[in-house]
């Protein structure tokens, strides 16, 4: 089993900035493939920023420049650094995590930028 906590989401002004972070625990191995996911109201939940199986970054084109995302392997931990926040990047946040091949994840976490 795989546990994901996240923390770390929040209401923002536009062009602000928060932090959120993921930990792992359980059956991880590693912190490859794992990232973070988004959901707005009324649409698909898409990808934000994840470490590939691989261990390179793999950013959506709407958060290229503005997001980045870190890890701390001796506390399993992933990181999202959100910067110059915009209307349109607010949505619940999900960490999630792949383990042989089933995908993991967390509860999620409200972000929400005010214009």
């Known amino acids: 089993q795989v546990q994901l906590v996240e923390s770390g989401g929040g209401l923002v002004q536009a062009g602000g900035s928060l932090r959120l972070s993921c930990a792992a625990s359980g059956i991880i191995f590693s912190i490859n493939a794992m990232g973070w996911y988004r959901q707005a109201p009324g649409k698909q939940r898409e990808l934000v920023a994840v470490f590939t199986r691989g261990g390179s970054t793999n950013y959506a084109d709407s958060v290229k420049g503005r997001f980045t995302i870190s890890r701390d392997n001796a506390k399993n931990t992933v990181y999202l650094q959100m910067n110059s926040l915009k209307p349109e990047d607010t949505a619940v946040y999900y960490c999630?995590?792949?383990?042989?091949?089933?995908?993991?994840w967390g509860q999620g976490t409200q972000v929400t930028v005010s214009s």
């Open positions: 999630a995590k792949d383990v042989a091949n089933r995908r993991y």
